[in-house]
């Protein structure tokens, strides 16, 4: 089964920018499409975007537009998750999934921390 | 934006126990809504999908209904493994939102 494997933790400076992989290991993105979520400290889940990787159609949750960009590159089974302009409320593990046709995220990578702070 | 509402937010049971979650959609999402169950410091992991679908590996346990707007998942015997966080999502339209959590804790 394919897995997802992000990179690793970062710490970023208000209103810099991050931008997290997502890379598929033991072969392609298999997925129907692939989303990005984050959890903030202590709190639920949260919707930011996602992608049709073999299209390259995106569609972002209203809050992120104009601040978040996702991509793929097809070459090396790799999603991309950046996000702009940062500030204190963006620190959150932020985690990209597989999604089957249905929508379910059937696959997760295991989670990348971003912490923002001055 | 489509809405979710859990319910309880938590709840403390023991093992063995039955226990119930219900969502509830803002609007009709069909049968287009998935649980997942989160551990401390671990990703999400699908249990159910389709509102009633038992997603590979999954134990049978864990018993899920609903459609339009009501849905529910039951836990038939609780065991230890089962204690965590459970969300419910709806895949009918983007954005994907995901209902608040309810924690289930051991009594």
């Given amino acids: ?118 | 934006d489509i809405q979710m509402t859990q319910s309880p937010s938590s709840l403390s049971a023991s093992v063995g126990d039955r226990v119930t979650i219900t969502c509830r959609a803002s609007q009709s999402i069909s049968n287009y809504l998935n649980w997942y169950q989160q551990k401390p410091g671990k990703a999400p992991n699908l249990l159910i999908y389709a509102a009633s679908s038992l997603q590979g590996g999954v134990p049978s346990r864990f018993i899920a209904s609903g459609s339009g707007t009501d849905f529910t998942l039951t836990i038939s015997s609780l065991q230890p493994e089962d204690f965590a966080t459970y969300y419910c999502q709806q895949s009918y339209t983007t954005p994907r939102t995901f209902g608040q959590g309810t924690k289930v804790e051991i009594k």
């Fill in chain 1, 1 to 118: 089964q394919v897995q997802l494997v992000q990179s690793g933790a970062a710490v970023k400076k208000p209103g810099s920018s991050v931008k997290v992989s997502c890379k598929a290991s033991g072969g392609t993105f298999s997925s129907s499409s692939i989303s990005w979520v984050r959890q903030a400290p202590g709190q639920g889940l949260e919707w930011m975007g996602g992608i049709i990787p073999i299209f390259g159609t995106t569609d972002y949750a209203q809050k992120f537009q104009g601040r978040v960009t996702i991509t793929t590159d097809e070459s090396t089974s790799t999603a991309y998750m950046e996000l702009r302009s940062l500030r204190s409320e963006d620190t959150a593990i932020y985690y990209c999934a597989g999604e089957k046709a249905s929508g379910a995220s059937h696959v997760w990578g295991q989670g990348t921390t971003v912490t923002v702070s001055s």
